[in-house]
């Protein structure tokens, strides 16, 4: 059996919305997980293929995902409880480079492209967070809270019903304004709001690194299903990634 493939039983579980969040028992994960890893998993239901789920946060013993309902798999696997068992290939990908000699460190996270950078901001020496969602609703609260645990948070929404209004590129970009040092920034979220990440990044040529979410099919770099074009290579975003470095030395 491939060293990568376990069967970790569900713990714990939690809904809100159309999100679950789900801590499953894993002996080793402090050990060999990293932030911005993410897990392949069989989801049950009708199909065959694995879905990509990021890493939230590990503990000694455990590891947090969180999901959004899409389609067929991440219905099949939110009907999952407590007791049942997930197989998993697990930690897959290239994560975040961090180190508690990492600081000033800016978290920009969008949507379900939060949920990795909790366990990321945990290992940076000092770091704050901008996070949107669409609205008030789309606000996972606990999930906040729990950032909030961490660090300094910026909570942000498209139309002002929660936190301060706006997206979050404006958010990093009224920070830099206000002269704040800004040494990293670490960002997941839908494609426009890490184009413009980016190339603020680049602006003001600061490292950035952004986790891309793209189909894939095996997650392991054989299949070349998640091949996209990153800094003008093509690049598989499952095993080169999904983390990629800008205006850094590695580009
Ligand atoms: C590295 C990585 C990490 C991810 N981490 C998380 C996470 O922590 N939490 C979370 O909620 N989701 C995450 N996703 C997205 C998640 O994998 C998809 O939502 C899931 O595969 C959808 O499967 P499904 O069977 O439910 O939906 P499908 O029936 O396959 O698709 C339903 C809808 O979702 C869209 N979709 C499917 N896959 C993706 C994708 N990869 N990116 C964008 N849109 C997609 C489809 O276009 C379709 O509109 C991650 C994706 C990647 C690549």
């Known amino acids: 059996m491939n060293k990568n493939?376990?069967?970790?039983?569900?713990?714990?579980?939690?809904?809100?919305?159309?999100?679950?969040?789900?801590?499953?028992?894993?002996?080793?994960?402090?050990?060999?997980?990293?932030?911005g890893q993410f897990l392949h998993i069989l989801c049950g239901g009708n199909s065959f293929l694995r879905r990509p789920i990021s890493i939230c946060d590990v503990s000694k013993n455990s590891l947090r995902f969180i999901f959004e309902i899409?389609?067929?798999?991440?219905?099949?696997?939110?009907?999952k409880g407590v007791g049942d068992i997930v197989d998993m290939l697990a930690p897959l990908g290239h994560g975040f480079d961090l180190s508690p000699k990492d600081e000033n460190v800016v978290a920009v996270g969008g949507g379900i492209g939060c949920f990795p950078l909790l366990y990321a901001a945990k290992r940076c020496g000092s770091v704050?967070?901008?996070?949107?969602?669409?609205?008030?609703?789309?606000?996972?609260?606990?999930?906040?809270?729990?950032?909030?645990?961490?660090?300094e948070v910026t909570l942000m929404t498209d139309d002002g019903t929660a936190g301060e209004n706006g997206f979050t590129p404006q958010g990093l970009e009224k920070m830099l304004e206000n002269g704040e040092k800004i040494d990293k920034i670490i960002t997941c979220g839908p494609s426009v709001m890490m184009e413009k990440i980016i190339s603020t990044a680049e602006k003001y040529s600061i490292p950035c690194l952004a986790s891309f979410e793209e189909r894939m099919g095996c997650g392991t770099g054989t299949c070349l299903c998640c091949?996209?074009?990153?800094?003008?290579?093509m690049r598989c975003v499952c095993k080169d990634g999904p983390v990629f470095e800008f205006c850094g030395q590695n580009k």
């Open 227 to 233: 091949s996209t074009k990153i800094n003008g290579k």
């Open 70 to 79: 899409r389609g067929e798999g991440t219905k099949a696997l939110a009907e």
């Open 5 to 35: 493939h376990y069967f970790c039983e569900i713990t714990g579980k939690q809904t809100y919305e159309k999100l679950t969040d789900i801590t499953v028992a894993f002996p080793e994960a402090e050990k060999i997980c990293s932030p």
């Open 128 to 151: 704050k967070a901008i996070l949107g969602f669409r609205n008030k609703a789309a606000v996972y609260g606990k999930f906040v809270d729990d950032f909030r645990k961490v660090c």
